[in-house]
């Protein structure tokens, strides 16, 4: 009899979709993972990363409770850590982005980072978007949640280096046509996002659209069917779609 194996537990993470409004439309900061990561290497992907014990601890000494109030914090310290954007209240010094590769060596805590530049963090900048948990036949899994954040104008984004190898701002359809034409690699949670984005002529209206939609968690579940694999999903967690057809079997 062969043993099951035993279900991963999935890390809790945050992931955060960056945007800015452009004269052809909405735009959203996105990075590409080095290539020698084990997950999604070489792919195209939104700043994000695993909550830490230093997230929580930071969380709680601002009265941020639970697992929510800790993940709005990890949010914050990774789109500084891998987009170079802080998302705090009032100004933000103009050095602040030199700070980005010691928070990223882990030479220095993101509660001392904002300390050392006198400014406090802003949870409250980020929109709750969506809730996607990596499925239970993974040997790695996520709980991630996405948030929306408004990038400020006056701060510069900008890739880590280590990570991220590459970084861009880019109007979701486009992000969409290019992978369809082979030149970038999204997974799917990543697609399935982009694909919401892109209904949405304006920064505004995303911002609108996931202010009136509840966040519903979606751990997809998925089939082989002859074109590929066939993911199902809830129509009430906002993508308009209830089913999604990848041909990609490592991205799923």
Same mark, same amino acid.
């Given at each position: ?10 890390n ?9 409004? $452009?004269?052809?439309?909405?735009e ?17 992907v ?30 914050l ?17 103009? %050095?602040?982005?030199?700070w ?8 220095? $805590?993101f ?32 709980? %991630? ?27 979701? /359809?486009?992000a ?13 949670a990543? /697609? ?24 519903v ?8 069917v002859?074109?590929g ?12 779609v ?8 490592? $991205?799923?």
């Amino acid at each position: 009899m062969t043993d099951t194996p035993p279900i991963a537990v999935p890390n809790l993470a945050a992931t955060v979709l960056l945007l800015r409004q $452009s004269d052809s439309g909405p735009e959203v900061f996105m990075v590409v993972r080095h290539g020698d990561i084990a997950f999604a290497g070489g792919a195209l992907v939104f700043p994000g990363g695993r909550l830490d014990a230093g997230d929580r601890d930071l969380a709680a000494s601002l009265g941020l409770a639970g697992d929510a109030g800790a993940l709005r914090i990890c949010a914050l310290r990774e789109t500084f850590e891998e987009a170079a954007i802080l998302l705090a209240r009032g100004p933000v010094p103009r %050095t602040a982005a030199s700070w980005q590769s010691k928070l990223c060596a882990d030479e220095i $805590s993101f509660a001392a980072l904002l300390e050392g530049l006198g400014v406090e963090p802003a949870p409250d900048a980020l929109v709750h978007f969506a809730h996607w948990i990596t499925p239970p036949n993974r040997p790695k899994r996520f709980d %991630t949640h996405f948030f929306l954040a408004v990038a400020p104008e006056d701060q510069e984004a900008a890739h880590d280096g280590g990570e991220a190898v590459d970084s861009v701002w880019i109007s979701p /359809r486009l992000a969409l046509s290019e992978a369809d034409a082979g030149k970038r690699k999204l997974v799917v949670a990543t /697609r399935l996002n982009l694909m919401r984005l892109a209904r949405f002529d304006s920064v505004d209206a995303i911002l609108a659209h996931a202010e009136d939609t509840p966040v519903v968690t979606i751990e997809p579940r998925s089939k082989q069917v002859p074109e590929g694999r066939l993911m199902t999903l809830p129509l009430a967690a906002g993508y308009g779609v209830t089913s999604f057809l990848s041909t990609d079997p490592a $991205s799923i």
